[in-house]
């Protein structure tokens, strides 16, 4: 059967493995999420109110807030469709960019060069862009933002940093295959063959991104770390005073040994709070489990998800 990616699929493996000898991706960490809303004004202040985001001006079309020493952590955008614009990957450095860069031209992706004019917006360097073949998503590839002045200040919950991104995925296979050869992300741990969760080496975070067996290609959910588990209790009451539904949690995760809890944004994004995550060495770090497909490993303290959890979230195409 041929791949869906046709020609340059079949051939795709062979050159991979010829780009991946010797050298491996060097990401630094996860660096902003693109999320699409449907209302600026309304998801703004979800954003920034509720959610304790630090608004940062406008990004071209998007409006930006932070949760970090970074120019932006999130960018949300108007759009018809509620979802996933693109997720943003900092690499160590300049020499790391190119190297990644040119992995990916030789193994056929065609990375795509960011204008200036937007690269300057961002706040970034050069940066480049292609899509990962068996989800649909763009991701971006830049080396730094440019630093903000003013410090990063909490204002609801004292948000570490923006966490990790999940996708549901209908070709589980070939998106695990893809993210972890190709695109150079190592697996943490798996719950059988229907969750990977995977970190962006040598990101020492349990996962930066995480896939899920599904019907359909969307995105899950997006988190926020916090610092201090009492943001985890305090939000319970500030959502459900301002009406949010809470559709998982507060619980523990097995694989990750975060206490979470999952809510909607207005146009019903799936975002998560947790606290706690399991770091990695770069070196001799342990084996990948391989974990039961039951709930008690989502939540050990026995919570289980609403279907409303992860059901909104279109993925954009890039044209």
Same mark, same amino acid.
């Given at each position: 059967?041929?791949?869906?990616m #046709?020609?340059?699929? &079949?051939?795709?493996?062979?050159?991979c493995l010829?780009?991946r000898?010797?050298?491996?991706m060097?990401?630094?960490k996860?660096g902003y999420?693109?999320?699409?809303?449907?209302?600026?004004?309304?998801?703004a202040?979800?954003?920034? #109110? /509720?959610?304790?985001?630090?608004?940062?001006?406008?990004?071209?079309?998007?409006?930006?807030?932070? @949760?970090?020493?970074?120019?932006?952590?999130?960018?949300?955008?108007?759009?018809?469709?509620?979802?996933?614009k693109?997720?943003?990957?900092?690499?160590q450095?300049d020499?790391?960019l190119?190297?990644?860069r040119?992995r990916f031209?030789?193994? +056929?992706?065609?990375p795509r060069?960011?204008?200036?004019?937007?690269c300057?917006?961002l @706040?970034? +360097?050069?940066?480049?862009?292609?899509?990962?073949?068996?989800t649909?998503?763009?991701?971006?590839?830049?080396?730094a933002?440019? %630093?903000p002045?003013?410090?990063?200040?909490p204002?609801?919950?004292?948000? %570490?940093?923006?966490?990790?991104?999940?996708?549901?995925?209908?070709?589980?296979? %070939?998106a695990?295959?893809?993210?972890t050869?190709d695109?150079?992300?190592?697996?943490s741990?798996r719950?059988?063959?229907?969750?990977?969760?995977?970190? @962006?080496?040598?990101?020492p975070?349990?996962?930066?991104?995480?896939?899920?067996?599904?019907?359909? !290609?969307?995105? !899950?959910?997006? !988190?926020?770390?916090?610092?201090?588990?009492?943001?985890?209790? &305090?939000?319970?009451? $500030?959502?459900?005073?301002?009406g949010?539904?809470i559709?998982?949690?507060?619980? &523990?995760?097995v694989?990750?040994?975060?206490?979470?809890?999952?809510?909607?944004?207005?146009?019903? /994004?799936?975002?998560?709070?947790?606290? #706690?995550?399991?770091?990695?060495?770069?070196?001799?770090a342990?084996a990948p489990? &391989?974990?039961?497909p039951k709930?008690?490993?989502?939540? @050990?303290?026995?919570? %289980?998800?609403?279907? $409303?959890?992860?059901?909104? +979230?279109?993925?954009?195409?890039?044209?």
């Open positions: 059967m041929d791949s869906p #046709g020609t340059r699929g &079949r051939n795709h493996g062979h050159r010829r780009v000898k010797g050298w491996r060097r990401y630094r996860l999420v693109a999320l699409n809303v449907t209302d600026l004004d309304r998801s202040a979800f954003y920034g #109110g /509720l959610l304790g985001l630090e608004p940062a001006g406008e990004v071209g079309a998007a409006r930006a807030f932070r @949760c970090s020493t970074n120019h932006h952590d999130v960018l949300l955008y108007r759009a018809d469709m509620p979802g996933l693109r997720i943003g990957w900092e690499m450095g020499a790391e190119a190297a990644a040119a031209a030789d193994a +056929g992706f065609a060069p960011v204008a200036a004019g937007d300057e917006a @706040c970034q +360097g050069e940066s480049f862009r292609l899509t990962e073949p068996a649909g998503v763009t991701f971006e590839y830049y080396a933002q440019r %630093q002045a003013a410090a990063w200040t204002t609801v919950a004292k948000i %570490q940093r923006l966490g990790h991104v999940v996708l549901n995925v209908q070709r589980f296979d %070939q695990l295959a893809s993210l050869g695109f150079g992300f190592v697996v741990d719950i059988a063959d229907m969750v990977a969760f995977m970190r @962006c080496f040598p990101n975070f349990h996962h930066s991104l995480a896939v899920a067996r599904s019907d359909a !290609n969307r995105l !899950n959910h997006v !988190n926020f770390m916090v610092s201090d588990i009492d943001d985890v209790g &305090r939000a319970i009451y $500030r959502m459900k005073a301002a949010v539904p559709v998982f949690g507060p619980g &523990r995760h694989p990750s040994e975060s206490i979470f809890l999952y809510f909607l944004d207005p146009d019903g /994004l799936t975002i998560e709070y947790s606290f #706690g995550m399991e770091e990695f060495p770069e070196h001799d342990r489990r &391989r974990l039961e709930l008690e490993i989502l939540d @050990c303290w026995g919570g %289980q998800p609403t279907a $409303r959890m992860g059901a909104v +979230g279109a993925i954009e195409i890039a044209a």
